[in-house]
């Protein structure tokens, strides 16, 4: 797997912080290093395609942070026309699918992206998990 620069020039972007520790990232700056990761390999950003892989990636950031403790990984790439996301969080619980409520907001982003991925992995680790998603490109 290709490990690009972060678009957003984040230190420690996509790479696996010593001990666990959260990194400053924004659902933001990861869809703009996907966002330019697909334009690398001839996705359309105007594309279905680009659009479910930009939700998962938010979403998955975003429940990282939210949901998670803190953002630990955030490694996107490109292999066998396939978008790989593994992001990794501080929180050893697994996500999972909240009864929707009309009192309570939210609890849509792990079923989006259990709809719009292709292969989803949960991996325990002794500082919280990483979750790779796999989302087809064609």
């Known amino acids: 797997m290709e490990d690009l ?19 400053d990232a924004s659902a933001a700056g990861a869809r703009r290093r996907v966002g330019e990761l697909l334009l690398r390999v001839g996705v359309s950003l105007d594309s ?3 659009a479910d892989a930009l939700i998962v990636t938010t979403e998955l950031i975003t429940n990282a942070i939210r949901h998670g403790g803190g953002l630990t990984l955030f490694l996107p790439a490109v292999t066998d026309n396939a978008l790989h996301l593994s992001v990794g969080d501080a929180s050893p619980r697994a996500p999972f699918v909240r009864p929707h409520s009309p009192d309570l907001p ?3 982003g792990w079923p989006l992206i259990q709809r719009l991925s292709e292969h989803i992995s949960i991996t325990p680790r002794p500082d919280g998990k990483i979750i790779e998603a796999v989302v087809r490109l064609s």
């Open 5 to 23: 620069p972060a678009a957003d020039n984040t230190p420690g972007f996509g790479r696996p912080p010593p001990g666990g520790r959260p990194i």
């Open 48 to 50: 279905v395609i680009a």
């Open 106 to 108: 939210g609890g849509h």
